[in-house]
């Protein structure tokens, strides 16, 4: 099953009438798109949507999340499903379509009328909403993005001496229970002889608010390449939009939506080109996780689980690093990576962070990453962790917690079998401020506070 995909923005615009009432409502959408494969006419797709329902006075839920299907020849429709929240806490559902017709396509194309349900199904509202051409179209065309490179298929061409990796982490909304799967191909060093022996292995931790971690390990397995899929171990597989596994006591079966635009936390150079020591990015930093994870005689039944999928590729762990990815809502999010490197002479400066800040759909001071980091400041430690500096024009510090009982400890071992150890807690407490320049001080522009639902780790030789 391929990765690839089609992501891209629409927004429509026009009016609501809700059941009882004479009068009409504007309404807005602002949505985004992320469907399996290349987008083709002709085709029949369906994937992930998600977006902000406004309607004044009555909603505005920034955290919307459904599926698109697009097929305007193959069944003449593009069908929309969205479930929100309006502002008295009520669940709806959205459900609308467009009917394609060839004697009127563009009038067609740009009008969804739609239906608003409770979740008894009882009709809330009818709406009639447009996109509107000549205010939106080049905005909607250059948010495209086609398929290229997986980003989630395995890096590694036999060298020996390398670590490929790919993890999730995810928080149930529901219980703030965190989840921890990660996946690991790990080539020893063979003096510079071909990589063989390259083994797959890892593991997976369940956070319980207020309890001990569970964690379990799978493998080691000798590495095969599997032909459709990122990574598989024996039962373990991460292929497409699916997660399953067995580690112990802890087992998993998770389907993945969305998770917009991948985030760049290192320079996008550095993940194409292998120049740096390691690099990581982040595909899928705004994902929703659906499914089961056991563990235990407990089951875990997830539901629109916020969380991400992200990859890391190079020689080995770092001397030291920290890492965080907050989910702050609505799209935005938050990934920074602080490290040391282990390489002679590098290994004496002082942590490196690479800090992305996306809000609002934008990717704050999105220049490149490496110069980005050099305004930057962190202090590695533990149980808190710091990172402050200058991003663009404005002033950012970010504090991370990692409480002592609900973080694990992972013993970890490079291709050239040095040992490391990393604390992670996917409880973590989050605080991000973010300032602009007012007059001779700071002001602040906007702040996070995460209680209980960051995911972070520092890692110590």
């Keep these: 099953m391929s990765a690839r995909r089609t992501v891209f923005g629409e927004v429509m615009e026009g009016t ?10 504007p309404m807005r959408l602002e949505l985004a798109a992320d469907l399996p494969g290349v ?96 205010r939106d179209l080049a905005r909607f065309l250059g948010g495209f993005r086609f398929p290229g490179p997986d980003p989630m298929r395995s890096r590694w061409r036999g060298q020996a001496g390398r670590l490929e990796v790919w993890y999730t982490t995810l928080t149930d909304p529901a219980t703030g229970t965190g989840v921890w799967i990660h996946h690991e191909l790990v080539a020893p060093d063979r003096d510079g002889r071909d990589g063989g022996g390259a083994r797959a292995h890892g593991w997976a931790a369940v956070f ?20 459709d899929a990122g990574f598989a171990a024996g039962p373990v597989v991460q292929a497409g939009d699916r997660l399953a596994g067995t580690a112990g006591d802890v087992t998993w079966d998770l389907r993945e939506t969305g ?137 950012v510090h970010v504090r991370v917690a990692l409480p002592p009982g609900e973080t694990v400890s992972v013993d970890y071992a490079d291709p050239d079998g040095a040992p490391a150890v990393c604390h992670n807690s996917e409880r973590a407490d989050v605080r991000i401020v973010l300032a602009r320049r007012a007059g001779r001080g700071w002001e602040t522009e906007r702040e996070w506070r995460l209680d209980g639902t960051g995911h972070a780790e520092v890692g110590l030789r």
């Excluded at 009438?17 to 409502?25: H, K, M, V, W, Y």
């Excluded at 990815?325 to 282990?342: F, K, P, Q, R």
């Design 16 to 25: 609501l009438r809700l059941a009882g009432e004479d009068r009409e409502r």
């Design 39 to 134: 987008l083709r006419p002709w085709g029949d797709a369906e994937g992930a949507l998600t977006g902000r329902v406004h309607v004044p006075d009555w909603a505005d839920d920034p955290a919307a999340a459904g599926r698109l299907r697009v097929a305007p020849i193959a069944a003449r429709r593009i069908r929309y499903t969205l479930a929100f929240t309006s502002g008295d806490g009520r669940r709806l559902r959205l459900d609308g379509w467009k009917t394609i017709t060839p004697r009127r396509p563009v009038r067609s194309m740009t009008l969804l009328p739609l239906t608003v349900t409770d979740e008894e199904g009882a009709v809330v509202g009818e709406a009639r909403l447009r996109f509107h051409l000549r």
């Design 208 to 227: 319980p608010p207020g309890e001990a971690p569970v964690l379990a390990r799978f493998g080691p397995r000798e590495w095969s390449p599997p032909e």
């Design 259 to 395: 998770g917009g635009p991948p985030l760049y936390t290192f320079p996008r150079w550095a993940w194409e080109s292998e120049l740096l020591p390691a690099a990581q990015i982040v595909p899928r930093p705004d994902a929703r996780y659906d499914g089961v994870v056991r563990f235990g005689d407990r089951a875990l039944e997830l539901e629109a689980a916020p969380g991400a999928s992200a990859r890391i590729y190079g020689h080995g762990n770092a001397r030291r690093w920290a890492w965080l990815h907050a989910d702050l809502g609505g799209g935005d999010v938050c990934e920074i990576v602080a490290a040391v490197s282990t390489r002679p002479g590098m290994n004496r400066l002082p942590p490196l962070p690479f800090l992305r800040l996306r809000v609002d759909g934008a990717d704050l001071a999105s220049g490149d990453p490496l110069l980005a980091a050099l305004r930057l400041r962190a202090d590695i430690g533990l149980p808190v962790w710091t990172v402050q500096g200058r991003l663009g024009d404005r002033a």
